[in-house]
């Protein structure tokens, strides 16, 4: 409600506005159709250096496999893992760890992760059950590096 300046982007508005010392960045799932990787590249290196301009630790996750463009979501987690790399940053790879669940954790849409029957998309219990699905596994991989974070940081 009028909290962002003239000309700022939502970025920095929520940075200016927040100040977060973390910011876990999982950005692009919807692109894959209409951009090519290098115009991912150039989008997420705007993100980290907005990120470290504003004193902000990026923690980037890769992103889910999709049924359709998934050729593109790799190349897109490449630039992901470059640029954590190069930023020298935490980086969850949520990929991996949803490739061997049921419908490799994604939703009948093959596009948005799958959600325990009846359960939130924000559930934290990580049951056997609750484990072979998306959300959940994101939740889990995203608290694990939140964890690592904080065991360095101490």
């Given at each position: ?6 000309g ?33 590249r ?94 959940t ?7 694990q ?10």
């Open positions: 409600i009028g909290l962002c300046q003239p700022e982007l939502a970025i920095e508005c929520e940075y200016r506005v927040t100040r977060p010392a973390f910011a876990i960045i999982m950005i692009g799932t919807n692109d894959a159709p209409a951009f090519p990787a290098d115009q991912y150039a989008n997420m290196q705007r993100i980290m250096q907005i990120s470290v301009d504003h004193g902000v630790v990026p923690i980037l996750t890769t992103l889910a496999p999709r049924a359709e463009f998934n050729d593109r979501i790799v190349e897109y987690n490449q630039v992901i893992f470059d640029l954590g790399r190069t930023y020298g940053v935490p980086i969850v790879d949520l990929y991996s760890a949803l490739v061997g669940l049921p419908n490799r954790g994604l939703d009948a849409d093959g596009i948005h992760l799958s959600i325990p029957p009846g359960a939130p998309s924000t559930s934290v219990s990580f049951s056997a059950e609750y484990l072979q699905y998306g959300t596994m994101r939740n889990l991989t995203t608290l590096a939140l964890d690592q974070v904080r065991s360095i940081i101490g």
